[in-house]
Antibody
Framework: QVQLVQSGAEVKKPGASVKVSCKASGYSFTDFYMHWVRQAPGQGLEWMGQINPNSGGTNYAQKFQGRVTMTRDTSIRTAYMELSRLRSDDTAVYYCAKEVRAFDIWGQGTMVTVSS | DIQMTQSPSTLSASVGDRVTITCRASQSISSWLAWYQQKPGKAPKLLIS???TLESGVPSRFSGSGSGTEFTLTISSLQPDDFATYYCQQYNTYSTFGQGTKVEV
């Protein structure tokens, strides 16, 4: 079946970087945009950006410009989101989501905790 | 950027109630509007896309309407499994989510 499986929880210190992976299965990886969305504890959903797995082209939310990098490796059907210069308010669950009809399939989420 | 405003932020209801959640876009998004349900500790689940298209497997008590800047999600008869948080999302220009509506007892 179609699924997205994300990497495990991370604990990082302020100023560090984190890279979250999202492995796709059950569909043609390069046919559909992949998005990244985060959710801080007790808060709403926040769109971070998107990647075209076919071309590698990206678009980022203005808030994250300069700090986020989205990449993909088509040989292993995996998308990545790297966030740098982490701050405590980056503590959140990070989701990948595949787009066909809006965001129809989501990963299970990756908890990233930023703490000194 | 397109802003999405949901109301109410919290809704108290009982089983069997008809529930309506409203979402307003800061500019026209045609029908590029989706609704999601999220339960604690879980990823969001897509309920409705293109403003009114019900996803496969979603109960028919859920319906969506609207176009342009005004949209609604209606649950015709609230069931125990429906107590959750609901988000609208525009995907006309990249993506933006509403702030969410928690449906509680």
């Amino acid at each position: 079946q179609v699924q997205l499986v994300q990497s495990g929880a991370e604990v990082k210190k302020p100023g560090a970087s984190v890279k979250v992976s999202c492995k796709a299965s059950g569909y043609s990886f390069t046919d559909f945009y992949m998005h990244w969305v985060r959710q801080a504890p007790g808060q709403g959903l926040e769109w971070m950006g998107q990647i075209n797995p076919n071309s590698g082209g990206t678009n980022y939310a203005q808030k994250f410009q300069g700090r986020v990098t989205m990449t993909r490796d088509t040989s292993i059907r995996t998308a990545y989101m790297e966030l740098s210069r982490l701050r405590s308010d980056d503590t959140a669950v990070y989701y990948c989501a595949k787009e066909v009809r809006a965001f129809d399939i989501w990963g299970q989420g990756t908890m990233v905790t930023v703490s000194s | 950027d397109i802003q999405m405003t949901q109301s109410p932020s919290t809704l108290s209801a009982s089983v069997g109630d008809r529930v309506t959640i409203t979402c307003r876009a800061s500019q026209s998004i045609s029908s590029w509007l989706a609704w999601y349900q999220q339960k604690p500790g879980k990823a969001p689940k897509l309920l409705i896309s293109k403003a009114s298209t019900l996803e496969s497997g979603v109960p028919s008590r859920f319906s969506g309407s609207g176009s342009g800047t005004e949209f609604t999600l209606t649950i015709s008869s609230l069931q125990p499994d429906d107590f959750a948080t609901y988000y609208c999302q525009q995907y006309n220009t990249y993506s933006t989510f509403g702030q969410g509506t928690k449906v509680e007892v």
